[in-house]
């Protein structure tokens, strides 16, 4: 019998919801078990790095890469599995764009170990103490990884060769990747493994959105009771639907509330809080451009709403990254 | 010398976590840790955030366990806005945090505990999984699990978008209702996992407690620890998991200090050490004890044992009859039995279940007033609830335009952070002795802290083959000088 295909399932700085959605797969997992050699998954399995290490050059042939790198154990597990496997999809929006917790790259690891460490009102620090990456304790060599200044997305620190976003992905878009995968049924390198439509092709309430929208009074989502039945533009709430990729089912807007982006751009577009400003100046209805600002400056928090899972992979966001790692 | 141990990295738990543990002269157990190595910054990348967006944004610090802090955010709001949500609402959500207990527990249970408890602490690893749980419990019994957990996910998934992030949350309110035709569905559910919860029960007591050896080591020195314990109660002191006062009992079970959640800075601290990023909560009014236990330990305990010993019973009959029953077997309140996490979790279940069958019955479910708009903006907004791992509390503060300024979080393993250190040396001392580490040390420690963790071993655990695992015995340098390896 041929051997069975490596997979390896791993997480960097994810939160486990991407792990769970594997899971979340059911039934399907007993097949890919079948047709698989999982050879990690930390969040299920007991086997550690190094039976990794003891493996030989590209004998993984997929790994499957959850969570954004924020410090070098991340880093290190990433260039791991890239050296030992023939593709890695980043998996979720932790990966493919940095994910929510990308919003860190607004703030200095400084002042994220102030407040943890030193302001927070419940901290007891007579010694002014913060982690360190190494550490005697009695005599005793502690170690812990190094905490970088910025949070990156998976294609930053590797190569990347496939794209899963969401978050975390749907139940339907991993099966039908690994099935993709098992059957060598795989897009050019690179390609994302979702719909390339926009949410809006397919959200239920496009039809009640007219070309050219009237808003002039951004609302925020606690301070009106949102018609389920209308598009949350044409009701003056941001969604960012234009400017999303399809395919998580139009899961937020089920329950009555608006998109927040987690499928990243859509097909072709690299930056996702670009398109979506872009998309929102063609749908107000205001002619001139002045006008379009002035109603863009009514949003409090333009790149929590518009970068809120791509930050570290945005335009923004590289600008800062030239303190690299 | 100093030899070291290292297990890295630690397995079948959820977070990434690394185990030390130092060998002293004569080969005992000179010390251990149990090391965070990782940290994120939520509290302060929040800052500038509106704060309506709060519960969308918190769920992502844990996929495991995203419904809590979706839920503690939410009450923060209503708190921040000075808003009680509607009746249909706070059933709704309540509905929400139920079936997120049921699934979440016996995920953790069956999946997680059961290997070592229902297959055996030192039965053959390759057994020691889901497959010798199903093998012993039988292939009924592992379906039904997994049908219990797909449909409180469902649940889920129709109140808050998707189950590994919930996505609803406002401050007053639910986004979305429910209608009398989904009521059908959810009751059937919260009915079905009533039964399930009575049959977990009695297959725990069958397996577990009616086996002498298993019993002796869930009573045994090595698994138990004296510390403090903190959780949620009701006004009559009952278990509530949504909200209440903090309740705080001392090692021999006298209560140390009940307190509204908004006063949390006066009774908890967090003390650092260079050694983790996680930051170890500890009684501030009892002062930083070190890593201690027993009458002078300022450390106390949260989570599903914690909660049992705090609250003087459980708001539903049939739980309650379980909690006086497991109180009796293990010799009185508080238990300090580690062990006995898992039994409380399955005790916690069915009042879950309980309170899910109730709700999925109440005329107000379908009601259509799902929102209080009445906001009066406080600017400062504490919420708090029992997460399944132990209490969790969420602070904001904001400007005049609700947006945030200060965000404080202190989540459930945080307050077992040094407690769970404490665990871990205890069973190492235990397991290595004389320089011997005996076979089957590595699980043994291993058990010593997924009473505190859920995690996700689920369904992978029915993978064929072994799960090999390596124990290298490191000397001060780090190089090798004794490998040893699970069959
Ligand atoms: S993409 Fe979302 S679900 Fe996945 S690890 Fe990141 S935060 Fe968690
Ligand atoms: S903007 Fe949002 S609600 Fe409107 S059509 Fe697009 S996805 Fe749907
Ligand atoms: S509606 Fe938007 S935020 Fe919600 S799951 Fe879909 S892509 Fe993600």
Redesign the pocket.
């Known amino acids: 019998m041929a051997e069975k295909p490596k997979v390896a399932i791993c997480w960097l700085g994810g939160c486990g919801g991407c792990d769970e959605a594997v899971v979340d797969i059911n039934e399907v997992i007993l097949r890919v078990v079948d047709a698989v050699d999982l050879i990690l998954w930390p969040v299920a399995l007991d086997f550690k790095y190094h039976h990794i290490e003891a493996m030989k050059d590209g004998e993984i042939a997929l790994s499957v890469i959850n969570g954004h790198v924020r410090n070098s154990d991340h880093k290190e597990i990433a260039e791991l599995l890239r050296r030992k496997s023939q593709l890695v999809l980043a998996f979720g929006a932790c990966a493919c764009f940095g994910g929510t917790p990308g919003l860190a790259n607004l703030t200095t690891k400084e002042d994220i170990f102030n407040w943890v460490y030193r302001d927070a009102p419940t901290v007891v620090n007579p010694k002014g103490n913060h982690p360190q990456p190494k550490v005697s304790v009695d005599g005793k060599e502690l170690t812990l990884p190094e905490f970088y200044e910025h949070v990156y997305a998976l294609n930053q620190v590797i190569d990347v060769d496939y794209y899963l976003p969401g978050c975390p992905p749907p139940p339907d878009l991993v099966v039908n990747a690994i099935t993709a995968v098992l059957e060598a049924k795989l897009p050019p390198k690179g390609s994302t493994l979702a719909p390339h439509k926009a949410?809006?092709d397919t959200?239920p309430?496009?039809k009640t959105?007219p070309a050219k929208i009237a808003i002039s009074d951004i609302k925020r989502i606690h301070e009106v009771e949102a018609d389920p039945n209308s598009?949350?533009?044409?009701q003056g709430i941001l969604?960012l639907?234009?400017a999303t990729r399809a395919g998580c089912g139009?899961a937020c807007?089920d329950i009555n509330i608006?998109?927040r982006g987690c499928f990243g751009p859509v097909e072709g577009v690299a930056d996702a809080g670009a398109k979506f400003a872009s998309a929102l100046a063609s749908i107000i209805d205001v002619e001139d451009e002045e006008e379009v600002k002035k109603s863009i400056d009514t949003i409090d928090d333009v790149i929590g709403y518009f970068y809120r899972f791509s930050l570290p992979s945005s335009i923004l966001g590289k600008k800062d990254l030239k303190k690299t790692i | 010398m100093t030899r070291k141990v290292t297990i890295n990295p630690i397995t079948r738990l959820e977070g990434h976590g690394k185990i030390e543990v130092f060998l002293d002269d004569k080969g005992g157990v000179r010390d251990a840790y149990f090391q965070v190595v990782e940290l994120r910054g939520f509290e302060r990348f929040c800052l500038g955030r509106p704060a309506e967006e709060m519960p969308r944004i918190v769920p992502n610090i844990c996929g495991v366990c995203p419904t809590p802090h979706n839920m503690a955010s939410t009450k923060a709001l209503d708190d921040l806005y000075g808003v009680e949500p509607t009746p249909t609402a706070k059933l709704i959500r309540q509905l929400h945090y139920n079936a997120f207990y049921v699934e979440d527990h016996y995920i953790h249970f069956f999946f997680l505990a059961a290997p070592d408890f229902v297959v055996g602490p030192d039965a053959d690893p390759a057994e020691r999984n889901i497959v010798g749980v199903i093998q012993k419990v039988g292939l009924e019994i592992g379906g039904k699990v997994i049908d219990i957990r797909k449909r409180c996910r469902d649940i889920i998934r129709l109140i808050a978008s998707k189950p590994c992030h919930p996505e609803g949350g406002l401050p007053g309110g639910v986004s979305r209702g429910i209608t009398a035709e989904e009521r059908e569905w959810i009751r059937k559910t919260a009915d079905d996992s009533v039964e399930f919860a009575q049959f977990a029960l009695k297959l725990f007591k069958n397996v577990v407690l009616d086996n002498k050896h298993y019993l002796d080591l869930v009573l045994s020195d090595a698994y138990k620890l004296q510390t403090y314990y903190m959780s949620l109660v009701d006004e009559n002191k009952k278990v509530n998991l949504y909200e209440g006062k903090l309740r705080v009992v001392d090692p021999r079970g006298k209560e140390h200090a009940l307190f509204d959640p908004h006063d949390y800075i006066d009774y908890i601290g967090e003390w650092v050490e260079p050694w983790t990023y996680i930051r170890l909560t500890h009684l501030r009014k009892v002062g930083w004890s070190g890593l201690i236990e027993g009458d002078k330990t300022s450390l106390y305990r949260v989570g599903p044992l914690a909660r049992l010993n705090v609250a003087e019973g459980m708001a539903t009959p049939l739980a309650q009859k379980e909690y006086e029953q497991m109180h009796k077997t293990l010799g009185g309140r508080p238990s300090h039995h580690t062990l006995a996490f898992h039994w409380a979790r399955l005790i916690e279940a069915l009042q879950a279940a309980e309170d899910m069958q109730k709700i999925a019955n109440d005329p107000m479910l379908t009601g259509k007033d799902l929102r209080n708009l009445n906001y009066r903006l406080k600017k400062v907004g504490v919420g708090c609830v029992e997460a399944a791992r132990g209490t969790l509390i969420h602070h904001y503060e904001t400007d005049d335009n609700g947006i945030i300024t200060r965000v404080n979080l202190i989540v459930a393993t945080q307050h077992n952070a040094a407690p769970m250190c404490l665990s871990v040396k205890k069973a190492a001392m235990e397991f290595v002795k004389d320089h011997k580490v005996k076979e089957g040390m590595l699980n043994m420690v291993e058990m010593a802290f997924r009473p505190y963790d859920p995690c996700l071993a689920c369904a992978t655990h029915a993978l064929p083959g072994e799960m090999p695992l390596n124990i290298n015995i490191r000397d001060k340098d780090g190089s090798i000088v004794q490998t040893l390896k699970r069959p």
């Open positions: 949410l809006c959200c309430r496009n959105k598009c949350f533009l044409v969604c639907g234009p139009e807007i608006p998109c």
